[in-house]
């Protein structure tokens, strides 16, 4: 594959779609980690909570590796007394799977816990409906790819990832898929991740009898947030463990990423709950690792941080719920939150990469758009989808050589 230099592909994405992107903190260097939480982890007490019936106790703050692709990251959190890394086979097109493993092997396997999610191979990014090509198989076999880049003969938790509906939850072929690798010991655990339809697909966790785990998108931004939390909440009842995702709602209200979330009090809020057992806020730098891991130490709201919340609730932002509000009125039939999805990677997160696979992934042309002269989809939050469209899908123009 060819790459271009730092230089040349800063400047072709600049040019493009990236813009400006702007730290969210002042940064700091690795050596002043500790320091910046105030005191080290030995003189402060870390809040941990239980993952549910595995009895994995984990501090309530861990490490979404998404977008890392700092060794020196990993060790750092390691420091500061994080023990759960999250990934996925999907990640950096497995790069993120081989750094993270490169990284663990040095450590004693008991001295952290490893979550890995794997993708059914075949789906309707639309519908969420599974494929012809779904099988237990083709799922396992991507697993043990995923473990051979890990360096790992097995994970703590293997997640069913990215599921949008109760069928997919309850689908035949991925149960006996993640059944039979926790039965041949390559998984202690196992999860379920879901971004849209939530309270649908934990319900069916709930109903499944196999699922141990709940990787959920949860965050105050969500107009169905008190829903998500009461099936959080009985799916905890029932012994589910419960991790968050998405806590921090985009990170930033617009494109331009000039108005910036407050991250730390969103993080705060969701981890309220105590049903939540652990959030995996994305990690990218040490600056994000300090703000984060400060979190493990202290759950309290300021005031400042109620007033942020609440100020910046009814702003649309960049993170799509997933409600589907829109899909019955666009013509077209686009699949539009997976489309906002992408959106919000590549300017909320910086990420052309996930951004890129994604929209690939849904098979929609270069001018989805075309032929309709208003939009008639509304979206509940008020974004200009349209507008987005035409914005994001310029990404497909860009050769998938230049996103590395």
Known sequence: MMKLSGYNRRQFLRTTLVGSTGALVVPLLPSATANAMGKSAEDKKIIKRTLGKTGIELPVVSFGVMRADSPALIHEAKKTGIVYFDTAHSYQRGRNEEMLGGVLKDYPRDSFVLGTKVEAESYDKKTGAFGPGVTSKAFLDRFDISLKRLNMDYVDILYVHNIMTRETALFPAMLEAVTTAKKAGKARHIGISTHRNEPEVIQAAIESGVYEVVLTSINY?????????????????????IVAMKTMA?????????????????????????????????????????????????????????SDLALNKSEGGLYCQGCEHCVPDCPKGLPLPEI??????????????????????????????????????????????????????????????FIV
């Open 221 to 241: 931004k969500q107009e169905h947030f008190d829903k998500v939390r009461g099936a959080v909440a009985q799916a905890a009842r029932a012994g589910l463990g």
């Open 250 to 306: 985009g990170g930033f209200h617009d494109k331009e990423r000039t108005k910036p979330i407050n991250c730390r009090a969103a993080l705060k809020c969701v981890l309220q709950d105590e049903n939540i057992t652990t959030a995996i806020p994305g990690i990218t730098n040490f600056d994000h690792l300090t703000m984060n891991a400060g979190v493990n130490y202290d759950l309290t709201l300021t005031v400042k941080e109620q």
């Open 340 to 401: 906002m999805r992408a959106y919000m990677y590549m300017y909320g997160y910086s990420n052309a990469q996930q951004a890129h696979d994604l929209l690939t992934s849904l098979n929609i042309s270069k001018a989805p758009c075309a032929g309709c002269s208003t939009c008639t989809a509304h979206c509940a939050k008020g974004f200009e989808l349209s507008e987005r469209v035409t914005d994001i899908v310029r990404l497909l123009d860009v050769p998938r050589e």
